[in-house]
């Protein structure tokens, strides 16, 4: 299952959100959250992706500024915090930190596929407060976004964490004709040379290179195809010919099962109040897609220094196997600005899991379609998961 990747987007996804509040200015002062490293008997990896969702759901809800993962292992002393600790041990831990709000916890393995989940928290601004405590055994690593929503839920000023259904391809003569004369936005959407496109697996982080064989086990390259052309492609079209590069991924059972793999395309600048359409074709013979667009604005981070900053996604509905064809996907999406800022540049984020095999992309494309066409629901606000990417070890969707 999509797990680790789910756990810390949707597990979001991927992923309520924005970077601030909506009558905050970036530098005003919010309360802080100190989350705490989970301890228990579930793996370092499960729980560290557990925390980094409880701290990117908070960002991006806007209301608290999370303290951020590193300084939050170098206040426990790089050891979890047992669920029975008590508050005064920990507010003497973050006492430089100054926190308004105190979570810990522990994700126990109980034999289903994430375990049992069991975090206090405790808001300090309440006179007399005592922690609140949640527990949940999670099932599937999809439940698990909602469990880390119900305990951001229980912070006062924190609301309701919503998904709202996916809208579709909004088709029409203008969207087309737009299609048609619109130039491609994606960076080397073909794949021609390296450096363009980032593999993302675990802790590994690396430009998918270009080569004449397919991908190692739970690796990620720019395959030169061998073969002539190939009637399988879907709509009548041919494959191309020989020498033609697609993007592969190769997923061992682990992988496919756990974390899954990604591959992000370089940004590209956007435009506001737009509309735009993604296209690309695949082939799988095992593994499930859930292919991204994430939306980026340029904003401080903590050192004051101007970086991009995911606050938004858009998923494209999930598809599987094709039985050895080539399928062409097509979705719309309406990048919004949220509480004022805007979403600047977009990437492609090419994301396989559920089953073991090889799949293939090619020819992704991104276009200027017309005005948007979907405001406030589109799913695409970002307000869930994705591990996303680079701000902590691991796969920050």
Not at 5 to 15: C, T
Not at 244 to 253: F, G, I
Not at 266 to 293: A, C, M, W
Not at 349 to 373: I, N, R
């Amino acid at each position: 299952m999509r797990r680790i990747l789910l756990l810390a987007a949707a597990w979001a996804v991927l992923l309520p959100g924005g970077l601030w509040a909506a009558d905050a200015s970036p530098t005003a002062q919010k309360p802080k959250v100190a989350v705490f490293p989970l301890a228990g008997t579930a793996s370092a990896e499960l729980r560290e992706k557990v925390g980094f969702s409880l701290r990117m759901k908070l960002e991006r809800d806007g209301t608290y500024e999370p303290i951020d993962g590193p300084t939050m292992a170098e206040v426990a002393g790089e050891k979890p915090v047992v669920v029975a600790a008590t508050p005064e041990t920990l507010k003497a831990m973050a006492e430089d930190q100054k926190p308004a709000v105190l979570i810990w916890g522990e994700l126990n393995a109980d034999g289903s596929a994430v375990g049992k989940l069991t975090v206090k928290v405790l808001d300090l601004r309440e006179k007399e407060g005592k922690p609140v405590e949640i527990s949940k055994a999670v099932a599937e690593p999809t439940d698990m976004r909602f469990v880390v929503e119900r305990v951001l839920e229980s912070l006062k000023g924190v609301g309701k964490f919503e998904h709202p259904a996916e809208e579709g391809v909004t088709d029409d003569p203008e969207a087309r004709r737009l299609w048609e004369k619109n130039p491609n936005l994606v960076p080397c959407p073909n794949f021609t040379e390296p450096g363009k496109w980032t593999a993302l697996y675990m802790d590994q982080k690396y430009a998918a290179p270009i080569s004449g064989k397919l991908p190692e086990m739970d690796k990620v390259c720019i395959y030169r195809l061998p073969n002539g052309p190939d009637k399988s492609r879907s709509g009548g079209r041919d494959e191309p010919a020989a020498g033609h590069n697609v993007l592969a991924m190769r997923l061992s059972k682990d992988c496919a099962e756990n974390n899954g793999m990604a591959c992000l395309s370089d940004s590209f600048k956007i435009e506001p109040g737009t509309r735009y359409r993604i296209q690309f074709k695949y082939k799988s013979d095992g593994p499930n897609l859930h292919v991204f667009v994430k939306g980026y604005t340029l904003a401080p981070n903590v050192k004051g220094e101007m970086v991009e900053r995911e606050v938004y996604k858009r998923q494209v509905p999930p598809s599987g196997s094709t039985d050895g064809k080539w399928v062409t996907v097509i979705d719309d999406l309406n990048p919004q600005n949220h509480q004022g800022y805007p979403v600047q540049a977009l990437r492609v984020d090419l994301y396989a899991y559920l089953s073991p095999g090889v799949v293939m992309f090619d020819d992704v494309q991104v276009k200027a379609v017309g005005a948007m066409t979907h405001h406030a629901k589109d799913d695409a606000l970002k307000k869930d998961e994705t591990i996303k990417s680079g701000d902590e070890k691991g796969r920050a969707r």
